[in-house]
T-cell receptor, first 115, second 111 residues
Framework: AQTVTQSQPEMSVQEAETVTLSCTYD???????LFWYKQPPSRQMILVIR??????QNATENRFSVNFQKAAKSFSLKISDSQLGDTAMYFC????????????FGQGTRLTINP | GVTQSPTHLIKTRGQQVTLRCSSQ?????VSWYQQALGQGPQFIFQ???????QRGNFPDRFSGHQFPNYSSELNVNALLLGDSALYLC???FGTGGTEAFFGQGTRLTVV
C-alpha cells in the first residue's frame, strides 16, 4: 500500500519570502500522480499543483512549483513571494493509475504567512 | 461546484446520519473521505455510475448511494464518538480522479 509522509507539521514565514514544504512517499508503481492540495479555514480542498510521474519536467503554476525526485520518492512544494492568502493546511497526495483509484494523503503541514 | 449538506451536524452516539453531496455538473464519479481533526483525509469509498467501485478500510456501518443525477449520500449507522470528523466529498469525470473537485465538507460531531 502507498504511504505519504509530510515531516513538517507546522511552518511559518514572512510575507514575500520563499517557503518549501516537504513530502516523501512510498510506492512500488512506476507511473502515478502526485498532488499538492491547499485547505484554508473554509475547509474546501483546493488543488494547487499536479505532477505526473512519467514526466521528468517539474510542474509549475505561477508562484507554485515542485521539485519531483522520482528515485528518491520526494515531492516538495516551493511557494515563491508568499502572500497572506497562502496561509492554510497543505496536503501532499498520491494517486495510483492502477487498482484503487483513491487519493492517499499525508498528514498535512500548517503554513502561516506573517505580515 | 461540489456542494455538501449540511455544513455542520451534531448527533448522539448510536444514532444514524446521512450526509449529502451534489457533484459538479458533468461529473459521474463521487468519492467520500473522512478527515479526523489534525489529520489528512482518508478514503471511504467511491461511486461510479451508481455502483460502489472502490472501498477503503471502513466498517460496514459506512454505506453510500449514488443517484441517477450522480449526487451521492453517505450513511453512517450506530455512530461512535470516533466518527466525529470532517467528511469530504469529491467528484470527477470517469474513474481517473486526476481532476477531482472537493466540496466544503460536513463537520460531524458525535456526543
Amino acid at each position: 500500500a502507498q504511504t505519504v509522509t509530510q515531516s513538517q507539521p507546522e511552518m511559518s514565514v514572512q510575507e514575500a519570502e520563499t517557503v518549501t514544504l516537504s513530502c516523501t512517499y512510498d510506492t512500488s508503481e512506476s507511473n502515478y500522480y502526485l498532488f499538492w492540495y491547499k485547505q484554508p479555514p473554509s475547509r474546501q480542498m483546493i488543488l494547487v499543483i499536479r505532477q505526473e510521474a512519467y514526466k521528468q519536467q517539474n510542474a509549475t503554476e505561477n508562484r507554485f512549483s515542485v521539485n519531483f525526485q522520482k528515485a528518491a520518492k520526494s515531492f516538495s512544494l516551493k511557494i515563491s513571494d508568499s502572500q497572506l492568502g497562502d496561509t492554510a493546511m497543505y496536503f501532499c497526495a498520491f494517486l495510483s493509475i492502477q487498482g484503487a483509484q483513491k487519493l492517499v494523503f499525508g498528514q498535512g503541514t500548517r503554513l502561516t504567512i506573517n505580515p | 461546484g461540489v456542494t455538501q449538506s449540511p455544513t455542520h451536524l451534531i448527533k448522539t452516539r448510536g444514532q444514524q446520519v446521512t450526509l449529502r453531496c451534489s457533484s459538479q455538473s458533468g461529473h459521474n464519479t463521487v468519492s467520500w473521505y473522512q478527515q479526523a481533526l489534525g489529520q489528512g483525509p482518508q478514503f471511504i469509498f467511491q461511486y461510479y455510475e451508481e455502483e460502489e467501485r472502490q472501498r477503503g478500510n471502513f466498517p460496514d456501518r459506512f454505506s453510500g448511494h449514488q443517484f441517477p443525477n450522480y449526487s451521492s449520500e453517505l450513511n453512517v449507522n450506530a455512530l461512535l464518538l470516533g466518527d466525529s470528523a470532517l467528511y469530504l466529498c469529491a467528484s470527477c469525470f470517469g474513474t481517473g480522479g486526476t481532476e477531482a473537485f472537493f466540496g466544503q465538507g460536513t463537520r460531524l460531531t458525535v456526543v
